[in-house]
């Protein structure tokens, strides 16, 4: 129950906070933004890396890689009440062990969901942010025993805190899930927060996420390093750092240590949010 209220204390700073340092992009900017933006887009990262764990002897089954595929389709522009839009989205993330004889996927991770999108503004009508109410499933695509899925209503929030800082924080009610996996929660708890950071702008950035599971010292720390090799290109160089549990659906308990590394085709459906002319 702490973590539920965690999450909803700091989606409340985050957005007042974010208001202090709010863009000057006004409301008619930003329709026509959203009006401007394509059908189908990169929803999240999508990459392939391959690395090893830090906690195991090194091996073929220790050593391994993993990608992922994500995209968005908007279904509306601003047409639904509260100046709300309509999007899809789907992620599929795969864990492959390319080491091993005859390189067998480990697991397969699906991610299809339906949400409404609004612009959140000050009182001088100027952005403060993106929110996001989201319903999403998750599961492996399996059976029986080996079965791992949920379901969760999402509330999400993303501001600027200057040119260089942009925090997102979500929330999420889970459900459906205890007949496939009752400790999930355990170990994914009530939210996230990622925090990206650009050391060089337009050339190198940190993105941060920190998940607190509600027992014990279960969560996840995932560091990432992004290098963008083209100024005029998504593509970029990443080396990532994941500690803690819940990677894959299938062994949700177990704490990974895996530092890989490969590229990404970086999403940018946020970057409108960092276009900060009088930001400090």
């Not at 109410?133 to 501001?159: A, P, V």
């Not at 800082?165 to 927060?193: A, H, M, Q, R, T």
């Not at 177990?254 to 409108?272: H, P, Q, T, W, Y």
Request: proline letters at 4%; a positive charge; aromatic letters at 14%.
């Amino acid at each position: 129950m702490r973590n539920k209220y965690g999450v909803i204390l700091i989606l409340v700073f985050i957005f007042c906070y974010g208001e202090v340092f709010s863009q000057r992009l006004s409301r008619e900017k930003i329709n026509d933004t959203i009006e401007n933006m394509p059908t189908f887009s990169i929803h999240k990262d999508n990459y392939f890396i391959t690395g090893i764990s830090t906690n195991k002897d090194l091996n073929s089954k220790s050593a391994d890689a993993k990608y992922q595929i994500s995209f968005k389709a908007l279904i509306t522009r601003n047409t639904l009440p509260l100046d709300t839009y309509l999007f899809l989205t789907y992620t599929q993330k795969a864990f492959w062990n390319i080491y091993e004889f005859s390189s067998p996927f480990r697991e397969l991770n699906f991610n299809p969901g339906v949400g409404l999108g609004k612009p959140v503004y000050n009182k001088n009508d100027d952005l403060a942010g993106m929110a996001y109410l989201q319903l999403e499933h998750e599961s492996n695509g399996r059976d029986s025993i080996y079965s791992r899925s949920w379901n969760s209503l999402s509330l999400s929030y993303h501001t600027a805190i200057n040119k260089n800082l942009l925090i997102s924080v979500k929330g999420w009610l889970p459900f459906k899930y205890k007949k496939d996996n009752p400790e999930l929660i355990d170990y994914v708890g009530y939210g996230k927060i990622s925090l990206t950071y650009n050391l060089i702008p337009e050339k190198l950035l940190v993105d941060l996420m920190l998940r607190k599971g509600i027992k014990n010292w279960n969560g996840t720390v995932r560091t990432r390093f992004l290098y963008k090799p083209f100024n005029s290109s998504n593509f970029q160089v990443m080396l990532e750092w994941y500690k803690g549990n819940a990677e894959s659906l299938i062994n949700f308990e177990e704490n990974r240590s895996m530092i890989r590394a490969g590229f990404v085709l970086k999403s940018d459906e946020l970057n409108f949010l960092k276009s900060l002319p009088d930001a400090i």
